[in-house]
């Protein structure tokens, strides 16, 4: 027979949260969960930006409240040398190569990283790997809706796992 946990009060480490946010940026709604399910992470193992996570701790369910994330807690700053020029010979002939388009770029190691087009030249296109919310300051309503302790796996691989997403 197992041992009855006794569900979590509050937000904390090896506690699953549910949480409902939306995400301001310069005044403008960039992220929300309003129009899908909350998001669902293991508190305490970085899966979201470290200054949300910190703000996060011992709330309660249906607990409301306001974080404003400096770019060292959120998306880092604006870094120069992540902006490089490539050859436009690079690029497959079926992508579309004007500024704003989002791109996935695979390192020499296998990993994959998104690029945004900044600007097209006559020979060169320039690839801003930075994250688009790098540098900015990050506005966040959240609501905690809902919270459980996490299973041995979930700890032991560090994020959650649920039947309808698998990692």
């Given at each position: 027979m197992?041992?009855e946990?006794i569900?979590?009060q509050?937000?904390a480490d090896?506690v699953?949260?549910s949480?409902?946010?939306?995400?301001r940026?310069d005044?403008?709604?960039v992220?929300?969960?309003e129009d899908?399910?909350p998001i669902?992470?293991l508190?305490?193992?970085?899966n979201i930006?470290?200054g949300?996570?910190n703000?996060?701790?011992?709330m309660r369910?249906?607990e409301?409240?306001q974080?404003?994330?400096?770019?060292?807690?959120?998306y880092g700053?604006?870094?120069?040398?992540?902006v490089i020029?490539i050859s436009?010979e690079e690029?497959?002939p079926?992508i579309t190569?004007?500024p704003?388009?989002?791109?996935?770029v695979q390192?020499?190691?296998g990993n994959?990283?998104?690029?945004?087009i900044?600007d097209?030249?006559?020979e060169?296109?320039t690839?801003?790997?930075?994250?688009?919310?790098a540098?900015?300051?990050l506005?966040?309503?959240?609501t905690?809706?809902?919270?459980?302790?996490?299973?041995?796996?979930?700890?032991?691989?560090?994020?959650v796992?649920?039947?309808?997403h698998?990692?």
């Amino acid at each position: 027979m197992e041992n009855e946990q006794i569900p979590p009060q509050s937000v904390a480490d090896d506690v699953v949260v549910s949480l409902d946010y939306t995400l301001r940026v310069d005044g403008e709604v960039v992220d929300s969960s309003e129009d899908g399910a909350p998001i669902e992470f293991l508190q305490g193992y970085g899966n979201i930006i470290p200054g949300l996570e910190n703000a996060l701790y011992d709330m309660r369910i249906n607990e409301k409240k306001q974080v404003v994330i400096s770019p060292e807690d959120g998306y880092g700053e604006v870094d120069p040398d992540a902006v490089i020029e490539i050859s436009k010979e690079e690029f497959p002939p079926d992508i579309t190569l004007q500024p704003g388009v989002t791109l996935q770029v695979q390192d020499n190691e296998g990993n994959v990283m998104l690029a945004q087009i900044t600007d097209v030249g006559d020979e060169t296109v320039t690839l801003d790997f930075n994250h688009p919310l790098a540098g900015k300051e990050l506005h966040f309503n959240v609501t905690v809706v809902g919270l459980r302790a996490a299973n041995d796996e979930e700890i032991a691989h560090g994020h959650v796992h649920n039947s309808e997403h698998s990692h």
